[in-house]
């Protein structure tokens, strides 16, 4: 079995053509909803921490 990049360049191609792409404002409503996403872990987290360390504070008694 060869390997053709010919032949390889066209079924990538031919691929391609089917995806589906997202419009402009697909993307943009989906980049905003990951910030969105990110900014609430990482509050989240943030308070989860500083639970955490309160907690450890009070039963080492540091």
């Known amino acids: 079995m060869a ?3 010919f032949k ?3 079924e990538v ?3 391609t053509a089917k995806v ?3 419009t402009r404002r697909e993307t943009s409503i989906t ?3 990951v910030f969105v996403m990110v900014a ?3 509050i989240f987290f943030f308070a989860a921490d ?3 360390s ?3 504070r009070l039963v080492l008694g540091v």
């Open 31 to 33: 980049t905003i909803m």
């Open 54 to 56: 309160v907690l450890i």
């Open 13 to 15: 191609r031919s691929e």
């Open 3 to 5: 390997f053709s990049p």
């Open 50 to 52: 500083q639970v955490i």
């Open 8 to 10: 390889f360049l066209q």
């Open 40 to 42: 609430l872990a990482s």
């Open 20 to 22: 589906t792409w997202p």
